[in-house]
Structure formats: structure tokens, C-alpha cells
């Protein structure tokens, strides 16, 4: 059985820092493109940052240079790593896995507030 559990969320001040993990199984990790993504009420979820199967990775512009995501293959594992966050940052973070097929976990809430 396919299965992406996110964690690692929660209540943060802004200028705090968060990592999400995303534990994946039933599938051999190292063969997919992995992806975080963020939603809002009311809006679209959006990217935020892939890495590939070739360690090559992406970032949105709004997050670069203050998020970080990795990978670990060996234990079936993917991280973001949030520093700098602001309110604006304030989603459900989704980890996504992608390659013939698609897989998306359920999502951890992240909130950034004061």
C-alpha cells in the first residue's frame, strides 16, 4: 500500500524554524521526483520547491533561499527544512511523489503567527 505521511508541523513565531518530513512507503523512493506543495482556504495549491531523482532541486521564488528540501532514499524520507518563516508561509504543506504514477500524502498545518 502506497503511503506519504507528512509531520513536522505546527505553531511557530515568525522568523522561526520548521522540518517537515515526509515518510514514504510501498513504492522505492529513489524513482520519483518528490515535491512539496502548500494550500490555503480558498486558493490553488501552489509549489514550493521539488527535488529530482537526479538531486537536482527547485524552489519558488517566495521561499528561495530561505527553504531547503532533501532527500534520503535509504530511509525512504523527505525533508523540508523552513527557516525565516513569515505569516505569508501559512498553509497545509502537501509532499507529493511523482513519476508513472502520482502520490500525494494528507498534509501537515503549518502556522506562522505571533
Known amino acids: 500500500q502506497v503511503q506519504l505521511v507528512e509531520s513536522g508541523g505546527g505553531l511557530v513565531q515568525p522568523g522561526g524554524s520548521l522540518r517537515l518530513s515526509c515518510a514514504a512507503s510501498g513504492f522505492t523512493l529513489r524513482n520519483y521526483h518528490m515535491s512539496w506543495y502548500r494550500q490555503t482556504p480558498g486558493k490553488e495549491r501552489e509549489l514550493v520547491a521539488s527535488?529530482?531523482?537526479?538531486?537536482?532541486?527547485y524552489y519558488a521564488d517566495s521561499v528561495k533561499g530561505r527553504f531547503t528540501i532533501s532527500r534520503d532514499n535509504g530511509k525512504n524520507m523527505v525533508y523540508l527544512q523552513m527557516n525565516g518563516l513569515k505569516p505569508e508561509d501559512t498553509a497545509v504543506y502537501f509532499c507529493?511523489?511523482?513519476?508513472?504514477?502520482?502520490?500525494w500524502g494528507q498534509g501537515t498545518q503549518v502556522t506562522v503567527s505571533s
Open positions: 527535488i529530482f531523482t537526479t538531486n537536482g532541486d
Open positions: 507529493k511523489a511523482t513519476a508513472i504514477q502520482t502520490y
